[in-house]
């Protein structure tokens, strides 16, 4: 299960894996206060991508496409984290104030989708040897 939170919220007891995917880190949060497993700052969008977007709602999917691109072009930035994800709870934690249109969101979302493409493929259904009536 992947979920998002923002970093200034409660840590949860069903929280699972915590991990900080900003590349900045929080203002306001001291390190030794905040709880958390990993901060994978390579997870965020480029500087020039995060810049460009600004938080800007008419720009974000434009924004998603680009940061989408940038997380298939680094799958070791995050192939660990579906292991994570597959064992329990994942819960990817951002900063901005914007709690829908965000990298985390966007993250979780391809995460998800990496998930459900790694499904072992089922098998048809043989009805050979049955018998027609």
Not at 84 to 108: D, H, P, Y
Not at 110 to 121: N, V
Request: a neutral charge; glycine letters at 4%; hydrophobic letters at 40%.
């Amino acid at each position: 299960m992947i979920r998002c939170k923002r970093v200034y919220a409660a840590v949860a007891g069903d929280d699972g894996y915590r991990v900080l995917v900003d590349r900045l880190w929080p203002r306001g949060c001291k390190k030794e206060s905040l709880r958390l497993d990993a901060w994978l700052r390579e997870l965020a969008p480029s500087a020039e991508l995060r810049k460009a977007f600004h938080h800007a709602a008419e720009r974000f999917e434009e924004f998603r496409l680009l940061y989408r691109g940038e997380l298939a072009a680094h799958p070791e930035h995050w192939w660990a984290l579906l292991d994570k994800a597959r064992s329990g709870t994942l819960t990817l934690l951002f900063a901005a104030r914007e709690e829908q249109l965000n990298n985390a969101r966007v993250l979780e979302e391809f995460l998800e989708e990496e998930l459900d493409r790694q499904q072992p493929a089922s098998s048809p259904v043989c009805y050979a040897g049955e018998r027609k009536s």
